[in-house]
């Protein structure tokens, strides 16, 4: 809290500098840039906000206003209901999915954020001999891929077939993940590492106690792109793993997400009458109940972004 | 301290035995704990990439999943002289590099622009919840999203009007027209990814030193000149490794939006190598066909990376290595 | 002697064909020379179903019975797509399965897939190795040669020499007609899986109008009959502000190509040699038509798109036709309320004879529904067990279990012997009746299934909707003659699959460039560069391989020789 006060404070310090120094300045050029800036932005924004509206919208419309409603939606179609989120929820498979998906992001990222951590660490030091190779070595995986079955063949040989490992580790490393923390490791200021290493600390030492406490903010994003992957991911679910118990979220709510698309392509024939109008609806709500989640855990991870590095270390 | 020792050693003669091996011997010992430390990402890496690498063999043969790799019969280049052979692969391969271009030169630029646009926002809270509006196309699923794109550019659509109004195109249902898909496709790929993209320059400019920005003002800078001497050196390694790494993907492009957005009549601007492999699957079997075209696309792929690489790291002295 | 039993059995087998189909089939007398293909669907097209004609004269019997429930019981594995994921997560729950493992004296171990990507992951069983005893296939893995090609591959069991003593019913089931053994069989005569036996007549697409916009063009009584019907039609209703319908986002409705006498795709000819409705010159003729309907605006301007939806549009009134299978369009009128018509099959000029109807009267293999027994099940010791499970879906109690349910739970039969489905599945709040068909019956399956006018609670639920799928199954002038129900081996799927992608992309592209008017169909230089290029990417060799698949369909016939021990 003092901190932000500190924040705060300093940045109206310089505002009112600037504003004493160049008071003509600030004021035409740069409000004006300020102003188009914040109206851009906003327009920008609302686009961005409308798909999720229409979801929304959507998820609570009338299942067979829904199907026959042609054109783009503005509202919900009366009358509205939300017989979708009951369906959806009460779906007794969605509580073992959102444990399993919750236990699936938990180690799945913090065994991937281990190994790209400590590939990013030794990527970005200066200086050994091997480092060429090894940066090659990582780099040619994003290209060059055997593909899902010989993966599959792999996993299976190992004896990880239909178990959670299979989905916590196959796959879980990304190599692109990997090369933006390297770039953030590299831009750390060599002086902190030299201050360190005179103070004789190796190479983890160095990691832990320097470089790691110092790129919070792409951790932080770097988690963040984990999680959010591991929570949207099904593919490798879907091929490992045979028993539902294991099945994570997104895996149960694809089923129904098809189910609604299989009735657009190859109509079944013989369900004339009986036909419900609640599955194109259930696309919409299976959306909205998959993606909350994820939205409500951002902003907690997004402070790391807005603050700065802690300046001050290097005159101190 | 100990890196500038290091430095001053000087380097052994070439041809002498002794040095060669003081050279690699030296270096395991100097950096074993580094060498260690990426033993551990080594082993993930050799299982679970290298190793099914194997399996590329498969775009040498007739590949079926119950015979297996030992099983399968061989056919030697025929999955790709098959491909390349045929009448539209020089269209494929056109279609795929022209949309990546497209992406490139506005597709790339954007969530950067975006980053740097609500970098200069003050208002905090605002800021933020802006940031998190903008990436919520990320999270719409692939079909949910082409199909509102498909609505709103349908002869009535609200996209076409607009369109319409500023001369760019005629009152109909543009997705049917070859003319329009490539505008269409970058426009909804940027619409898409603009928010979620930009997470990592913003977080990248959330590292940089305040006390830059004071000094900065103190020397009497403007906006702009903030933003040049600042801020973009700032991002500038994120950016080049970006950037290397897109070129490094000019003949892949997935075949998710496209197949969602194309239609027959614009397949003249639309399909590219990996919609055109997905329709040649359904047909029949799809492993060694598909295998075969992604080797040719990454061996091409990797040319190129190597291609950027080099260039970067002369102009630049940013690089992948 | 032989005679003798040959004549009791034959006896036993159209015996056991009446009860399993209801009866609706004229007695038949039988027939000793075996017929060829082309000769009985001929007669099969009259409407009158001949399964009860024994075409073979030979020794082609089953030996008998199984007796269920089986003497010991075995436990197997069932790799099993779930029908109604969302609300039945696994078949153990599953009474109408339990009743029918029970009857039959087994034990089943359930293994289901995730939704979605069953091919992906029926592969993925394949390439680990690891098969269940009975795998349900269905259309999972037909592009990459299914059962034939599984068979060959070592996976699954070529089933032929077992099938008439641990199938017997099934057995009855295929050859009931020359048509029915033919499609259950591979080119070379071996049986590689269980398909579900059906008759699928009467047609269920057909032609929809809408009524109240028909009255206004003042179409009270009339329906549209010829091409030119459709036209005045079409203007009429423009007129009044609607669009006359939407083509199919490709440019081709089948039906209204079949009025020109082609088909969409490859086809019999009037000849009786297979073409490609697509590289004809009658071709052009239908472009013309409907590039003229376009160009008049009878058609709705996003007819190109995935997303506007044909159906949505006719509920909302802005179109006035559209072609559609008459039990969901009922469904969706009744619900929406308004009313349609359903019209017979179109046709160029009045009295034209109709070759493309695609439903059959005999009981053939439908719905793409397969079963296959793996290898596994045969070195474990199973197969026995496996085959009379799958065959009791072809017995008499076996097929009214799958078909109607369990008896006072999905229906009720009355004194007269009638069934009728309840409220289970009829009228269920909480589960939908398209899904409640594959939970309190089994609608799909290995067995011996009802045609819908009798046994599918989406048709004969509401009389109406009955009333619509009956209608002009008795027209005289229709028959199958130009549809090809021969299925090809998995080399001339290959063969044909790798000169189809590059002619349909062509095809697909061009058609909509001449619909589109970016070429002038009026232009002949421009339909010959069509007709020549696709004459360069081979489309007289696909055809060559259609023509062989479909001449040995036609020389097959149930063997003489598949008698038993």
């Known amino acids: ?164 490992l299979a989905i916590i580790i196959v796959g879980s490393v990304s190599t692109w993940n990997m090369i933006v923390m390297k770039t953030a490791f590299s831009a750390v200021p060599q002086g902190l590492e030299e201050a360190a290493i005179i103070d004789g600390a190796n ?66 024939i013989q369900s004339g009458v009986g036909v419900n109008y609640i599955k194109p609806l259930l696309k919409y709500c299976t959306i909205i109940v998959s993606t909350v989640p994820i939205l409500c855990v951002y902003p907690f991870v997004q402070k790391y972004f807005v603050k700065g590095v802690m300046m001050g270390s290097l005159k101190e | 301290m100990t ?39 080594m082993i993930y890496y050799i299982v679970f990439h290298y190793l099914p690498m194997a399996g590329i063999v498969m775009a040498f043969q007739n590949f079926r999943p119950a015979k297996g790799f030992l099983e399968s019969d061989w056919v030697g280049m025929k999955n790709f002289i098959d491909f390349f052979s045929g009448p539209y692969a020089g269209r494929l391969i056109r279609n795929t590099i022209v949309l990546n271009l497209y992406l490139l030169i506005f597709g790339f630029p954007a969530p950067i622009i975006f980053a740097l646009m609500l970098n200069e926002m003050r208002a905090k809270r605002y800021k933020s919840v802006m940031q998190t509006v903008s990436y919520m196309p990320h999270f719409v699923s692939a079909v949910v999203a082409c199909g509102i794109v498909s609505l709103f550019c349908q002869s009535s659509g609200l996209l076409t009007s607009l369109f319409h109004l500023l001369g760019l195109s005629d009152q109909v249902d543009m997705l049917a027209y070859p003319q329009y898909f490539r505008s269409i496709y970058v426009i909804m790929d940027i619409w898409q990814s603009l928010g979620w993209g930009s997470i990592i320059y913003l977080a990248t400019l959330s590292n940089v ?52 957005l194309y239609r027959a009549s614009t397949y003249e601007t639309s399909d590219i190598i990996s919609s055109y492999v997905y329709r040649a699957g359904l047909q029949n079997q799809k492993y060694s066909l598909g295998t075969a075209v992604d080797l040719f696309n990454s061996i091409i792929n990797i040319g190129l990376l190597t291609g950027a690489n080099y260039v970067s790291r002369k102009v630049t002295e940013e690089s992948l290595w | 002697m032989k005679k003798i039993l040959a004549l009791l059995l034959a006896l036993t087998l159209i015996i056991g064909v009446f009860a399993a189909c209801g009866g609706d089939n004229s007695s038949s007398s039988q027939q000793e020379s075996s017929s060829k293909q082309e000769e009985s669907s001929k007669e099969e097209t009259s409407g009158e179903s001949s ?186 209703m423009k007129e009044k502000g609607y669009y006359g319908y939407r083509t199919d986002r490709n440019g081709r409705d089948s039906q209204l190509m079949y009025a020109y006498g082609i088909g969409n795709g490859f086809y019999i000819n009037e000849d009786g040699k297979v073409a490609y409705g697509m590289w004809t010159d009658t071709y052009r003729d239908y472009l013309r038509q409907v590039r003229e309907w376009i160009a008049a605006g009878y058609v709705h301007p996003d007819w190109t798109s995935k997303e506007a939806d044909t159906s949505a549009l006719f509920a909302q009134k802005e179109i006035g036709m559209y072609i559609m299978p008459s039990d969901i369009s009922y469904g969706l009128a009744k619900l929406n309320g308004y009313e349609i018509t359903c019209v017979n099959y179109p046709r160029l000029k009045s009295g034209d004879k109709f070759r493309f109807e695609t439903t059959t009267w005999d009981a053939v293999p439908a719905d793409g529904i397969r079963t296959v027994v793996t290898t596994d099940c045969e070195k474990a010791g199973r197969l026995e067990a496996a085959m009379a499970l799958l065959n009791y879906g072809y017995t008499e109690e076996g097929a009214e279990l799958y078909n109607w349910g369990i008896e006072d739970e999905a229906y009720t039969r009355d004194s007269s012997g009638s069934k009728t489905f309840t409220d289970l599945i009829l009228n269920n709040d909480k589960i939908p009746m398209s899904d409640g068909q594959y939970i309190y019956k089994l609608h799909f399956g290995p067995k011996l299934a009802e045609p819908d006018v009798q046994c599918n609670p989406g048709t004969i639920g509401d009389p109406k909707a009955l009333y619509w799928r009956e209608l002009y199954s008795d027209d005289a002038t229709v028959s199958s003659d130009a549809i090809i129900f021969a299925s090809l081996t998995v080399d001339q799927s290959v063969a044909r699959g790798d000169i189809m992608t590059n002619v349909e992309t062509y095809m697909n592209e061009s058609t909509l460039h001449f619909l589109l008017g970016e070429k002038d169909i009026n232009d002949d230089a421009a339909w010959t560069e069509y007709m020549d290029t696709l004459s360069s990417m081979d489309i007289e060799g696909a055809i060559a391989i259609t023509q062989e698949a479909l001449d040995d369909f036609n020389a097959k016939s149930i063997p003489t020789d598949w008698a038993f021990h």
């Open chain 1, 203 to 268: 190479e983890l030492q160095v990691l832990t106690r320097v470089i790691l406490p110092t790129t919070k903010a792409t951790l932080a994003v770097i988690v963040l792109f984990y999680s959010v992957g591991i929570w949207n991911s099904w593919f490798n679910s879907m091929i490992y793993l045979q028993h539902r118990e294991l099945y994570p979220l997104q895996l149960f709510l694809r089923e129904i997400l098809v189910e609604d698309s299989a009735l657009e392509g190859s109509m079944d």
């Open chain 2, 209 to 260: 030193d305040l006390n830059l920005y004071e000094a900065a003002d103190i020397d009497g800078a403007g906006r702009f000149r903030k933003i040049w001497n600042i801020t973009l050196p700032a991002l500038l390694p994120v950016i080049v490794v970006q950037l290397i790494m897109r070129i490094g993907s000019m003949m892949s492009l997935g075949a998710g939006n496209v197949i969602l």
């Open chain 2, 3 to 41: 890196k500038t020792v290091a430095k001053k050693v000087p380097k052994p003669p070439k041809n002498s035995l002794a040095g060669k091996r003081g050279g690699w011997a030296a270096d395991f010992r100097k950096h074993k704990m580094l060498y260690a430390m990426f033993a551990v990402v």
């Open chain 1, 1 to 164: 809290m003092a901190k932000k006060e500190m924040q705060l404070e300093r940045d109206v310090e310089v505002d009112i500098d600037i504003t004493q120094r160049k008071r003509i300045g600030r004021s035409l050029g740069e409000k004006i840039f300020d102003g188009a800036n914040y109206i851009v932005v906003t327009l920008i924004c609302l686009i961005c906000l409308y798909p999720m509206l229409y979801v929304l919208f959507a998820s609570i419309s009338n299942g067979n206003a829904l199907y026959t409603h042609v054109g783009p939606i503005w509202a919900p179609l009366q009358p509205m209901t939300l017989d979708g989120y009951v369906k959806v929820l009460a779906n007794p498979d969605i509580v073992s999915g959102y444990i399993n998906t919750i236990i699936y992001v938990v180690f799945g990222t913090l065994f991937a954020m281990a190994l790209t951590i400590l590939g990013a660490y030794v990527l970005s030091r200066k200086g050994y001999k091997l480092k060429k190779f090894f940066t090659m070595f990582v780099v040619l995986t994003m290209y060059l891929s055997g593909g899902m079955i010989p993966t599959f063949i792999v996993v299976r040989n190992l004896g990880m077939l239909d178990t959670r």
């Open chain 3, 51 to 236: 399964e009860a004609s024994e075409d073979n004269g030979g020794e082609t019997e089953p030996t008998g019975e199984i007796t269920y429930p089986l003497a010991e019981s075995v436990n197997l594995t069932w790799w099993h797509p779930l029908r109604a994921p969302s609300y039945q997560s696994s078949h153990d729950d599953n009474s109408v399965w339990k009743k029918i493992a029970e009857n039959v004296g087994v034990t089943i171990e359930w293994i289901h897939p995730a939704s979605g990507t069953e091919t992906e992951q029926l592969n993925m069983l394949l390439v680990s190795g690891n098969l269940p005893d009975i795998i349900q296939i269905d259309g999972l893995i037909q592009n990459s040669g299914g059962s034939s090609a599984g068979v060959d591959d070592g996976s699954f069991v070529d089933l032929t020499d077992y099938i008439p003593e641990y199938a017997p019913d099934y057995m009855r089931a295929i050859t009931a007609s020359d048509l029915a053994y033919a499609m259950a069989t591979t080119a070379d005569g071996r049986v590689t899986e269980f398909d579900q036996i059906k008759q699928t007549a009467p047609q269920y697409s057909r032609v929809n109008v809408r009524n109240d916009i028909m009255e206004e063009i003042g179409w009270k009584d009339r329906l549209p009959e010829t091409i030119d019907d459709y036209t005045e039609m079409y203007a009429a």
